[in-house]
């Protein structure tokens, strides 16, 4: 089983990147699904979710609007678009899903600076 982030990098204020989530050895869409990013000095951050089945969506107030959560099932990866990007957003960004979040990607870096 493999979670593998992509799509990461450097990025000036107010741009935008798209990160990936590529799942081996399990059916990704089957269960919750999130991702959760570490800011430099700073505790884990939830930043958003989608349930299986309906393909619900959740979001942390600080990114709500500006980030989009999905997925493809064909592709069984998960993928966050992020726009409008702020300094405060640089961080690692983890995928994590499966059954109680079992699976965890090794992370991806945004950096947004100028």
């Known amino acids: 089983v493999q979670l593998v982030e992509s799509g990461g990098g450097l990025v000036q204020p107010g741009g935008s990147l798209r990160l990936s989530c590529a799942a081996s050895g399990f059916t990704f869409s089957s269960y919750d699904a999130i991702w959760v990013r570490q800011a430099p000095g700073k505790g884990p951050e939830w930043v958003s979710a989608i349930k299986p089945g309906s393909g619900s969506t959740y979001y942390a107030d600080s990114v709500k609007g500006r980030f989009t959560i999905s997925r493809d099932n064909a592709k069984n990866t998960l993928y966050l678009q992020i726009n409008s990007l702020k300094p405060e957003d640089t961080a690692l960004y983890y995928c994590?899903?499966?059954?109680?979040?079992?699976?965890w990607g090794q992370g991806t870096q945004v950096t947004v600076s100028s």
């Open positions: 994590a899903g499966g059954w109680n979040m079992r699976y």
